[in-house]
C-alpha cells in the first residue's frame, strides 16, 4: 500500500468516525435508535478501515472487509426499515 492509499483510508475512517459520533449526539438528544444504528454503522465501517491499513494485502474483495461492510450497511438497511414501518404500525393503531 502506497503512502497516499494509507492517508485516503485515514481520511475515509475519520469521516465515518466523525459521522458515527454526529449520529451518537443525536440518539443521545432524541433516544431514537434509528440514530443510534446508523452511529453503530458509520463506527463500525470506521473500524473496518482502520483495519484495512494493517492488512498485508487490503483488497475491497476480501471476505473479512466484505462481511464488515454488509453488517454495516444492513443496520442501515435496518435503521430505515424500523423507522419507516414502526410509524405506520404506530399510526394505524390510532
Known amino acids: 500500500m ?3 492509499e494509507a492517508f485516503l483510508i485515514g481520511v475515509i475512517a ?11 449526539r443525536y ?15 458509520f463506527i463500525l465501517e470506521g473500524c473496518n478501515r482502520i483495519v484495512t491499513l494493517y492488512l498485508e494485502r487490503p483488497n475491497e474483495a476480501h471476505s473479512a472487509i466484505y462481511v464488515v461492510r454488509l453488517a454495516a450497511f444492513l443496520l442501515i438497511l435496518l435503521a430505515i426499515a424500523r423507522k419507516n414501518y414502526g410509524s405506520s404500525r404506530s399510526k394505524s393503531g390510532n
Request: charged share 15%; hydrophobic share 55%; net charge neutral.
Open 2 to 4: 502506497t503512502p497516499i
Open 14 to 24: 475519520t469521516a465515518s468516525f466523525a459521522a458515527g459520533l454526529f449520529f451518537l
Open 27 to 41: 440518539w443521545r438528544d432524541t433516544r431514537d435508535s434509528f440514530f443510534l444504528l446508523f452511529s453503530a454503522s
